[in-house]
Protein backbone atom coordinates (compact mmCIF):
# COMPACT_ATOMS: atom_id res chain seq x y z
CA UNK A 1 0.00 0.00 0.00
CA UNK A 2 1.26 3.43 -0.78
CA UNK A 3 2.13 5.75 2.39
CA UNK A 4 -0.80 8.24 0.53
CA UNK A 5 -3.28 5.94 -0.04
CA UNK A 6 -5.91 4.95 2.42
CA UNK A 7 -7.18 1.58 2.51
CA UNK A 8 -9.94 1.05 -0.04
CA UNK A 9 -12.56 -0.18 2.27
CA UNK A 10 -12.21 3.63 3.96
CA UNK A 11 -13.22 4.88 0.87
CA UNK A 12 -16.18 2.53 -0.17
CA UNK A 13 -17.69 3.24 3.10
CA UNK A 14 -20.45 6.05 3.25
CA UNK A 15 -21.34 7.07 6.44
CA UNK A 16 -21.54 10.83 5.98
CA UNK A 17 -25.03 10.66 6.73
CA UNK A 18 -25.03 9.82 10.45
CA UNK A 19 -22.18 11.99 11.45
CA UNK A 20 -23.81 15.53 9.61
CA UNK A 21 -21.59 17.74 11.94
CA UNK A 22 -18.23 19.52 11.40
CA UNK A 23 -16.57 19.43 8.20
CA UNK A 24 -12.97 19.96 7.44
CA UNK A 25 -13.47 23.51 5.33
CA UNK A 26 -11.98 23.70 1.87
CA UNK A 27 -11.19 20.19 2.30
CA UNK A 28 -14.81 18.52 2.55
CA UNK A 29 -13.29 16.17 5.53
CA UNK A 30 -15.16 15.19 8.21
CA UNK A 31 -13.63 15.42 11.37
CA UNK A 32 -13.39 11.46 11.86
CA UNK A 33 -11.95 11.12 8.23
CA UNK A 34 -9.61 13.58 9.62
CA UNK A 35 -8.71 12.08 12.90
CA UNK A 36 -8.89 8.14 11.30
CA UNK A 37 -6.91 9.23 8.23
CA UNK A 38 -3.98 10.74 10.26
CA UNK A 39 -4.11 7.18 12.22
CA UNK A 40 -3.90 5.58 9.55
CA UNK A 41 -0.79 7.08 8.51
CA UNK A 42 0.88 6.62 11.61
CA UNK A 43 2.24 3.25 11.56
CA UNK A 44 3.69 4.40 8.07
CA UNK A 45 6.22 6.89 9.51
CA UNK A 46 9.88 5.94 8.17
CA UNK A 47 11.40 6.57 11.25
CA UNK A 48 10.71 8.83 14.67
CA UNK A 49 11.22 12.49 15.05
CA UNK A 50 13.18 13.54 17.53
CA UNK A 51 12.96 16.14 20.49
CA UNK A 52 12.72 19.25 18.56
CA UNK A 53 12.49 22.75 21.38
CA UNK A 54 8.97 23.61 19.95
CA UNK A 55 6.13 21.90 20.66
CA UNK A 56 3.86 24.30 18.24
CA UNK A 57 4.48 27.00 16.08
CA UNK A 58 2.38 30.05 14.87
CA UNK A 59 2.83 31.25 11.50
CA UNK A 60 1.49 34.96 11.08
CA UNK A 61 1.59 35.55 7.49
CA UNK A 62 1.19 39.36 6.06
CA UNK A 63 0.25 38.80 2.38
CA UNK A 64 0.73 40.60 0.14
CA UNK A 65 4.40 41.21 0.67
CA UNK A 66 5.60 43.96 3.31
CA UNK A 67 7.89 46.17 2.95
CA UNK A 68 11.17 45.98 4.91
CA UNK A 69 12.00 49.29 4.73
CA UNK A 70 9.14 50.46 6.69
CA UNK A 71 8.56 47.82 9.24
CA UNK A 72 11.94 45.36 10.21
CA UNK A 73 14.75 46.90 8.33
CA UNK A 74 14.89 50.89 8.05
CA UNK A 75 17.36 52.74 6.45
CA UNK A 76 17.68 55.88 7.77
CA UNK A 77 20.63 56.89 6.53
CA UNK A 78 20.04 56.48 3.09
CA UNK A 79 18.61 59.13 0.99
CA UNK A 80 14.86 59.72 1.25
CA UNK A 81 13.82 57.96 -2.19
CA UNK A 82 15.51 54.74 -0.58
CA UNK A 83 14.38 55.28 3.30
CA UNK A 84 10.85 56.75 2.42
CA UNK A 85 9.16 59.36 4.54
CA UNK A 86 8.44 56.92 7.54
CA UNK A 87 10.38 57.65 10.68
CA UNK A 88 12.45 55.20 12.80
CA UNK A 89 12.02 53.68 16.26
CA UNK A 90 14.93 52.19 18.70
CA UNK A 91 14.44 48.49 20.02
CA UNK A 92 15.57 47.28 23.07
CA UNK A 93 18.86 45.31 20.39
CA UNK A 94 21.72 47.88 20.95
CA UNK A 95 21.72 49.82 17.87
CA UNK A 96 19.06 48.48 15.78
CA UNK A 97 15.71 50.32 14.51
CA UNK A 98 12.26 49.38 13.26
CA UNK A 99 9.94 51.36 11.46
CA UNK A 100 8.21 53.59 14.08
CA UNK A 101 5.11 52.20 13.29
CA UNK A 102 6.06 49.31 15.33
CA UNK A 103 6.86 51.04 18.63
CA UNK A 104 5.40 48.23 20.52
CA UNK A 105 7.30 45.39 18.77
CA UNK A 106 10.49 47.71 19.64
CA UNK A 107 10.06 47.00 23.32
CA UNK A 108 10.04 43.13 22.66
CA UNK A 109 13.07 42.62 20.68
CA UNK A 110 14.90 41.13 22.86
CA UNK A 111 12.71 38.37 22.31
CA UNK A 112 12.97 38.36 18.80
CA UNK A 113 15.74 37.25 16.01
CA UNK A 114 14.83 39.34 12.76
CA UNK A 115 16.49 37.90 9.57
CA UNK A 116 17.11 41.10 7.21
CA UNK A 117 18.71 38.55 4.76
CA UNK A 118 16.17 36.66 3.12
CA UNK A 119 16.07 35.99 -0.66
CA UNK A 120 14.32 34.27 -3.23
CA UNK A 121 13.58 34.59 -6.94
CA UNK A 122 9.59 34.60 -7.54
CA UNK A 123 8.50 38.52 -8.04
CA UNK A 124 5.00 36.92 -8.41
CA UNK A 125 2.41 36.69 -5.14
CA UNK A 126 1.13 33.08 -5.90
CA UNK A 127 4.69 32.17 -6.23
CA UNK A 128 6.40 33.77 -3.41
CA UNK A 129 3.83 32.61 -1.54
CA UNK A 130 4.50 29.02 -2.28
CA UNK A 131 7.70 29.94 -1.03
CA UNK A 132 7.05 30.97 2.22
CA UNK A 133 4.57 28.61 2.80
CA UNK A 134 6.16 25.24 1.57
CA UNK A 135 10.08 25.81 1.31
CA UNK A 136 10.09 25.01 -2.04
CA UNK A 137 9.76 26.96 -5.73
CA UNK A 138 6.87 25.90 -7.17
CA UNK A 139 6.79 23.43 -9.85
CA UNK A 140 4.46 22.42 -12.64
CA UNK A 141 5.05 18.86 -12.04
CA UNK A 142 4.26 18.19 -8.36
CA UNK A 143 2.26 20.83 -5.62
CA UNK A 144 3.92 20.72 -2.62
CA UNK A 145 2.78 20.15 1.17
CA UNK A 146 2.86 23.55 3.24
CA UNK A 147 4.35 23.46 6.70
CA UNK A 148 0.90 22.74 8.83
CA UNK A 149 0.29 19.45 6.55
CA UNK A 150 3.77 18.24 7.07
CA UNK A 151 3.33 18.54 10.58
CA UNK A 152 -0.24 16.96 10.64
CA UNK A 153 1.35 13.90 8.92
CA UNK A 154 4.24 13.88 11.16
CA UNK A 155 2.57 14.21 14.38
CA UNK A 156 -1.13 14.26 14.04
CA UNK A 157 -3.46 15.24 16.55
CA UNK A 158 -2.83 16.15 20.42
CA UNK A 159 -5.53 16.47 23.15
CA UNK A 160 -7.71 14.96 19.91
CA UNK A 161 -7.57 19.05 18.84
CA UNK A 162 -6.77 19.39 15.21
CA UNK A 163 -3.06 19.25 14.42
CA UNK A 164 -2.92 22.39 12.01
CA UNK A 165 -5.70 24.89 12.25
CA UNK A 166 -6.37 28.33 9.93
CA UNK A 167 -7.30 31.17 11.28
CA UNK A 168 -9.65 32.88 10.04
CA UNK A 169 -9.69 30.12 6.71
CA UNK A 170 -7.04 28.53 4.45
CA UNK A 171 -5.59 32.17 2.79
CA UNK A 172 -4.56 30.26 -0.16
CA UNK A 173 -4.45 26.89 -1.84
CA UNK A 174 -0.32 26.48 -0.66
CA UNK A 175 -1.07 26.48 3.02
CA UNK A 176 -2.62 22.88 1.45
CA UNK A 177 -1.82 19.27 1.96
CA UNK A 178 -0.01 19.23 -1.58
CA UNK A 179 0.72 16.20 -2.31
CA UNK A 180 -0.20 14.60 0.82
CA UNK A 181 -3.51 12.99 1.50
CA UNK A 182 -6.11 16.41 2.12
CA UNK A 183 -6.36 14.19 5.61
CA UNK A 184 -3.47 16.72 6.36
CA UNK A 185 -5.30 19.66 5.15
CA UNK A 186 -5.96 22.83 7.52
CA UNK A 187 -9.17 22.71 9.64
CA UNK A 188 -10.26 26.54 8.42
CA UNK A 189 -13.03 28.42 11.03
CA UNK A 190 -15.00 29.92 8.97
CA UNK A 191 -15.28 32.89 10.39
CA UNK A 192 -13.11 35.70 11.85
CA UNK A 193 -12.73 35.77 16.05
CA UNK A 194 -12.76 39.19 15.46
CA UNK A 195 -16.50 39.23 14.29
CA UNK A 196 -19.66 39.76 17.08
CA UNK A 197 -20.50 36.19 17.78
CA UNK A 198 -18.21 34.18 16.56
CA UNK A 199 -18.55 30.93 16.38
CA UNK A 200 -16.31 27.37 15.14
CA UNK A 201 -19.02 26.32 12.98
CA UNK A 202 -17.53 22.64 12.84
CA UNK A 203 -17.72 22.22 16.71
CA UNK A 204 -21.17 23.49 16.77
CA UNK A 205 -24.16 20.74 16.57
CA UNK A 206 -26.18 21.70 13.27
CA UNK A 207 -29.45 24.15 13.82
CA UNK A 208 -32.48 21.64 14.56
CA UNK A 209 -29.82 19.16 16.27
CA UNK A 210 -29.97 19.33 19.93
CA UNK A 211 -27.94 16.83 22.46
CA UNK A 212 -30.58 14.39 21.68
CA UNK A 213 -30.92 14.31 18.23
CA UNK A 214 -26.77 14.14 18.52
CA UNK A 215 -26.75 10.98 20.60
CA UNK A 216 -29.44 9.71 19.00
CA UNK A 217 -27.48 9.87 16.05
CA UNK A 218 -24.33 8.29 17.64
CA UNK A 219 -26.88 5.47 18.75
CA UNK A 220 -27.63 4.84 14.61
CA UNK A 221 -23.78 5.50 13.85
CA UNK A 222 -23.19 2.28 16.31
CA UNK A 223 -26.24 0.14 15.07
CA UNK A 224 -24.71 0.18 11.49
CA UNK A 225 -21.01 -0.20 12.45
CA UNK A 226 -22.53 -3.51 14.42
CA UNK A 227 -24.34 -4.01 10.84
CA UNK A 228 -20.49 -3.48 8.82
CA UNK A 229 -18.72 -5.15 11.48
CA UNK A 230 -20.97 -8.40 11.30
CA UNK A 231 -20.67 -8.22 7.80
CA UNK A 232 -17.17 -7.80 7.42
CA UNK A 233 -15.35 -8.63 10.52
CA UNK A 234 -12.72 -6.05 9.77
CA UNK A 235 -10.75 -4.95 12.36
CA UNK A 236 -9.79 -1.81 10.30
CA UNK A 237 -13.75 -1.39 10.31
CA UNK A 238 -13.34 -1.66 14.05
CA UNK A 239 -10.61 0.16 14.55
CA UNK A 240 -12.16 3.36 12.24
CA UNK A 241 -14.74 3.62 14.95
CA UNK A 242 -12.70 4.89 17.66
CA UNK A 243 -11.95 7.74 15.57
CA UNK A 244 -15.52 8.39 14.70
CA UNK A 245 -15.73 8.42 18.85
CA UNK A 246 -12.37 10.85 19.23
CA UNK A 247 -15.03 12.95 17.04
CA UNK A 248 -17.98 12.50 18.75
CA UNK A 249 -15.74 13.35 21.96
CA UNK A 250 -13.75 16.61 20.35
CA UNK A 251 -17.37 17.85 19.35
CA UNK A 252 -19.01 17.31 23.24
CA UNK A 253 -15.86 18.24 24.69
CA UNK A 254 -16.36 21.32 26.97
CA UNK A 255 -12.56 21.80 26.78
CA UNK A 256 -12.45 21.78 23.31
CA UNK A 257 -14.82 23.90 22.87
CA UNK A 258 -13.83 26.26 24.78
CA UNK A 259 -10.35 26.25 23.22
CA UNK A 260 -12.25 28.20 20.29
CA UNK A 261 -14.14 30.18 22.53
CA UNK A 262 -12.70 33.72 22.75
CA UNK A 263 -15.01 35.39 24.95
CA UNK A 264 -13.43 33.01 27.73
CA UNK A 265 -10.58 35.12 27.66
CA UNK A 266 -10.45 38.35 30.28
CA UNK A 267 -11.91 41.64 29.14
CA UNK A 268 -8.58 42.88 30.20
CA UNK A 269 -6.61 40.62 27.84
CA UNK A 270 -8.87 41.14 25.17
CA UNK A 271 -8.12 44.45 25.23
CA UNK A 272 -4.56 43.82 26.12
CA UNK A 273 -4.42 42.27 22.67
CA UNK A 274 -6.57 44.76 21.20
CA UNK A 275 -10.17 43.73 20.00
CA UNK A 276 -10.23 43.93 16.17
CA UNK A 277 -8.70 41.72 13.50
CA UNK A 278 -5.16 41.41 14.36
CA UNK A 279 -5.71 40.74 18.39
CA UNK A 280 -8.86 38.22 18.22
CA UNK A 281 -6.80 36.35 15.54
CA UNK A 282 -3.24 36.46 17.63
CA UNK A 283 -5.50 35.85 21.16
CA UNK A 284 -7.20 32.51 19.64
CA UNK A 285 -3.77 31.66 18.01
CA UNK A 286 -2.49 31.83 21.46
CA UNK A 287 -5.64 29.73 22.71
CA UNK A 288 -5.19 27.35 20.62
CA UNK A 289 -1.45 26.40 21.02
CA UNK A 290 -2.17 26.65 24.67
CA UNK A 291 -4.88 23.82 24.19
CA UNK A 292 -2.42 21.56 22.19
CA UNK A 293 -3.01 22.32 18.52
CA UNK A 294 0.51 22.23 16.87
CA UNK A 295 0.32 24.72 13.93
CA UNK A 296 -1.46 27.66 14.12
CA UNK A 297 -1.81 29.79 10.52
CA UNK A 298 -3.12 33.36 10.52
CA UNK A 299 -3.09 36.11 8.00
CA UNK A 300 -3.33 39.62 8.58
CA UNK A 301 -3.73 42.70 6.50
CA UNK A 302 -3.25 43.39 2.98
CA UNK A 303 0.25 44.74 2.32
CA UNK A 304 0.67 45.01 -1.45
CA UNK A 305 1.09 49.04 -1.16
CA UNK A 306 2.00 49.51 -5.05
CA UNK A 307 0.64 53.54 -3.73
CA UNK A 308 0.35 55.21 -0.94
CA UNK A 309 2.87 53.25 1.80
CA UNK A 310 2.69 55.51 4.48
CA UNK A 311 -0.63 55.48 4.89
CA UNK A 312 -1.09 51.57 4.00
CA UNK A 313 1.30 51.34 6.85
CA UNK A 314 -0.19 54.13 9.40
CA UNK A 315 -3.62 52.50 8.56
CA UNK A 316 -2.58 48.64 9.42
CA UNK A 317 0.43 48.42 11.35
CA UNK A 318 -0.63 49.97 15.18
CA UNK A 319 -3.45 46.95 15.20
CA UNK A 320 -0.15 44.48 14.12
CA UNK A 321 2.35 46.39 16.53
CA UNK A 322 0.02 45.84 19.26
CA UNK A 323 -1.11 42.25 18.91
CA UNK A 324 1.99 40.66 18.42
CA UNK A 325 4.09 42.46 21.05
CA UNK A 326 1.28 41.18 23.18
CA UNK A 327 1.50 37.59 21.67
CA UNK A 328 5.01 37.61 22.65
CA UNK A 329 5.14 38.55 26.39
CA UNK A 330 1.55 36.36 27.06
CA UNK A 331 3.62 33.63 25.49
CA UNK A 332 6.42 34.48 27.83
CA UNK A 333 4.14 34.90 30.62
CA UNK A 334 2.03 31.63 30.37
CA UNK A 335 5.55 30.11 29.93
CA UNK A 336 4.80 28.68 26.61
CA UNK A 337 6.96 30.97 24.61
CA UNK A 338 9.87 28.49 25.11
CA UNK A 339 7.93 25.82 23.30
CA UNK A 340 6.17 27.76 21.08
CA UNK A 341 7.70 29.04 17.98
CA UNK A 342 6.59 32.11 16.51
CA UNK A 343 7.26 32.56 12.69
CA UNK A 344 6.00 36.64 10.94
CA UNK A 345 6.77 36.01 6.93
CA UNK A 346 5.30 37.27 3.87
CA UNK A 347 5.83 36.05 0.41
CA UNK A 348 8.30 39.24 -0.51
CA UNK A 349 9.75 42.35 0.01
CA UNK A 350 9.59 46.01 -1.64
CA UNK A 351 11.15 47.61 -4.48
CA UNK A 352 14.73 49.58 -2.88
CA UNK A 353 12.87 52.89 -4.04
CA UNK A 354 10.04 54.82 -3.45
CA UNK A 355 7.73 54.20 -6.82
CA UNK A 356 5.88 57.76 -8.52
CA UNK A 357 2.73 56.75 -6.48
CA UNK A 358 4.05 56.79 -3.27
CA UNK A 359 4.44 53.24 -2.88
CA UNK A 360 6.62 49.86 -3.67
CA UNK A 361 6.35 47.19 -5.93
CA UNK A 362 7.42 43.47 -5.75
CA UNK A 363 10.39 42.75 -4.49
CA UNK A 364 11.57 38.99 -4.09
CA UNK A 365 15.85 39.90 -3.77
CA UNK A 366 16.12 40.63 -0.03
CA UNK A 367 13.23 40.88 3.06
CA UNK A 368 12.87 40.79 6.58
CA UNK A 369 11.31 37.39 8.77
CA UNK A 370 10.78 37.32 12.31
CA UNK A 371 10.79 34.65 14.50
CA UNK A 372 10.73 33.61 18.54
CA UNK A 373 10.33 31.25 21.06
CA UNK A 374 10.52 27.32 21.24
CA UNK A 375 14.40 27.22 20.75
CA UNK A 376 15.42 30.74 18.84
CA UNK A 377 17.84 33.28 19.98
CA UNK A 378 16.27 36.56 21.30
CA UNK A 379 17.52 39.84 20.87
CA UNK A 380 19.38 38.67 17.46
CA UNK A 381 19.54 40.84 14.05
CA UNK A 382 21.03 37.43 11.61
CA UNK A 383 22.30 38.81 8.28
CA UNK A 384 21.87 42.21 6.73
CA UNK A 385 21.19 43.88 3.38
CA UNK A 386 23.07 46.55 2.19
CA UNK A 387 22.31 50.38 2.58
CA UNK A 388 19.47 50.58 0.30
CA UNK A 389 17.98 47.41 1.12
CA UNK A 390 18.01 46.09 -2.61
CA UNK A 391 20.07 42.89 -1.91
CA UNK A 392 21.57 40.76 0.77
CA UNK A 393 25.01 41.87 2.27
CA UNK A 394 25.87 39.53 4.41
CA UNK A 395 24.47 35.76 5.20
CA UNK A 396 21.69 35.36 2.70
CA UNK A 397 19.20 33.15 3.54
CA UNK A 398 16.93 31.20 1.22
CA UNK A 399 13.11 29.29 2.08
CA UNK A 400 14.43 26.08 2.13
CA UNK A 401 16.66 27.33 5.21
CA UNK A 402 14.32 28.84 7.32
CA UNK A 403 11.88 25.69 6.66
CA UNK A 404 14.67 23.35 7.44
CA UNK A 405 15.60 25.60 10.96
CA UNK A 406 11.67 25.74 11.90
CA UNK A 407 11.51 21.76 11.33
CA UNK A 408 14.53 21.07 13.35
CA UNK A 409 12.58 23.07 16.12
CA UNK A 410 9.85 21.28 15.82
CA UNK A 411 12.00 18.15 16.00
CA UNK A 412 11.66 17.23 12.46
CA UNK A 413 14.03 16.03 9.80
CA UNK A 414 13.61 18.23 7.13
CA UNK A 415 15.35 15.86 4.69
CA UNK A 416 13.37 12.86 5.66
CA UNK A 417 11.05 11.36 2.21
CA UNK A 418 7.28 11.69 1.95
CA UNK A 419 5.97 9.42 -0.90
CA UNK A 420 4.12 11.73 -3.51
CA UNK A 421 1.88 10.15 -5.96
CA UNK A 422 3.48 7.68 -7.97
CA UNK A 423 5.23 6.26 -4.65
CA UNK A 424 7.45 9.16 -5.78
CA UNK A 425 10.18 9.62 -2.49
CA UNK A 426 10.48 13.80 -2.33
CA UNK A 427 12.14 15.26 0.47
CA UNK A 428 10.17 17.35 3.07
CA UNK A 429 12.49 20.35 2.18
CA UNK A 430 15.36 19.94 -0.54
CA UNK A 431 18.95 21.21 0.13
CA UNK A 432 18.32 23.36 3.03
CA UNK A 433 20.60 23.64 6.00
CA UNK A 434 19.93 24.41 10.19
CA UNK A 435 20.98 28.05 10.44
CA UNK A 436 22.64 27.07 14.00
CA UNK A 437 22.95 30.90 14.76
CA UNK A 438 19.62 30.93 15.20
CA UNK A 439 18.92 28.72 17.79
CA UNK A 440 19.44 29.40 21.75
Same mark, same amino acid.
Given at each position: MSKNCAPQHFERLNRR???? /????? +????? *? %?????????YADLKDYKNFEGTAKSLIHIFLPGGIAHQESFDPKPHAP????????????????????????????????????RSMTHGEAAHERGTHNMFTGYRPS??????????? /????? +????? *? %???????????????????SSAFAPFSLGSDPADGGFKVRDLDLPSGVDDGRFSSRRSALQAVNAHFQKKEKSDDLRAMDTFYDRAYSLI??????????????????????????????????????????????????????????????????????????????????????????????????????????????????VFSVVLAGGGIKGGYIHGSSNATASEPEEMAMGPEDLFTTAYHCMGIVADKELMAPGDRPIEIVDGGKVIKDLLA
Open positions: GFLS /VGVIA +GAGLT *L %PQLLRSNAAIEYRGEMGQVATKISGEFFGDTLAKTAQVADKLTVIPALTYPCIGSV /VSHEY +GPRNN *L %PPYVCIPNMPTEFAGSGYLSSQAAREAFDIEKEPAQIRDEYGRNQAGARMLLARRLVQAGVRLVNLTYGGWDMHTGIVAGFRNQMPSFDQAFATLINDLERTGLLKETLVMVSSEFGRTPKINAQAGRDHYPK
